[in-house]
């Protein structure tokens, strides 16, 4: 098993619909979840971050996280064309090291 | 947020060459570091961490002759692909916490990545 899986895709989403990104991952230890957003030649950048089970909304982006399950998602509300990227999961081991998914592709249909 | 550097931000070589990348942090001190590689269409895979005045650590995986980091101060981390061949072409990603800040756990602050093509 991976430590951190993502659906590749890509995921097509229409214009101002909401996109819905997931991720599981391995270590139960894990403390804190990340999404990157990462464009096409470009280095990550951090969207959102969470640490506690249940959602956090941040503007347009809402991070979903269950530990129970070992499960984090993404959603992103009123799509813009603009949000199309890859979008990566990261998820902090015990060991204080961050260990990527291969992550999604988003596709925003104008 | 913080700053993280890398240079070049592109080099071209030819096979059996060295090649120095170097990463900085602007803003904050790193006591540790992290480097990636990706490859087209693929996730980052983290190769190596650098620790200041020690030595690195490496993935499973990860030839640390080939790959040589060397964390001299508290805002520099320099990885060297040595004997680079076609297959080390990828795209190169340092990143580092800052644990100074009041702020989210290990957050990191990525650099802008360094395209080596080794022909």
């Known amino acids: 098993q991976k430590e951190v899986e993502q659906n590749s895709g890509p995921l097509s989403v229409p214009e101002g619909a909401i996109a819905s990104l997931n991720c599981t991952y391995s270590d139960r230890g894990s403390q804190s979840f990340f999404w990157y957003r990462q464009y096409s030649g470009k280095s990550p950048e951090l969207i959102m971050f969470?640490?506690?089970?249940g959602d956090k909304e941040d503007g347009r982006f809402t991070a979903q996280l269950n530990k129970a399950s070992q499960y984090v998602s993404l959603l992103i509300r009123d799509s813009q064309p603009s949000d199309s990227a890859t979008y990566l999961c990261?998820?902090?081991?015990?060991?204080?090291?961050?260990?990527f998914g291969k992550g999604t592709r988003l596709h925003i249909l104008p | 947020g913080a700053v993280v550097s890398q240079h070049p931000s592109r080099v071209i070589c030819k096979s059996g060459t060295s090649v120095k990348i170097e990463c900085r942090s602007l803003?904050?001190?790193?006591?540790?570091m992290f480097w990636y590689r990706q490859f087209p269409k693929q996730s980052l895979m983290l190769m190596a961490t650098s620790n200041e005045g020690s030595k690195a650590t490496y993935e499973q995986g990860v030839e640390k002759d080939k790959f040589l980091i060397n964390h001299a101060s508290l805002t520099l981390s320099t990885l060297t692909v040595t004997s680079a061949h076609p297959e080390d072409s990828s795209f190169y990603i340092c990143?580092?916490?800052?644990?100074?800040?009041?702020?989210?756990?290990?957050?990191?602050?990525f650099g802008p990545g360094t395209r080596l093509t080794v022909l």
């Open positions: 990261a998820v902090n081991r015990r060991d204080d090291k961050i260990i």
């Open positions: 969470i640490y506690s089970n």
């Open positions: 990143s580092a916490p800052d644990r100074g800040r009041i702020g989210p756990y290990n957050e990191q602050f």
């Open positions: 803003d904050f001190q790193a006591t540790t």
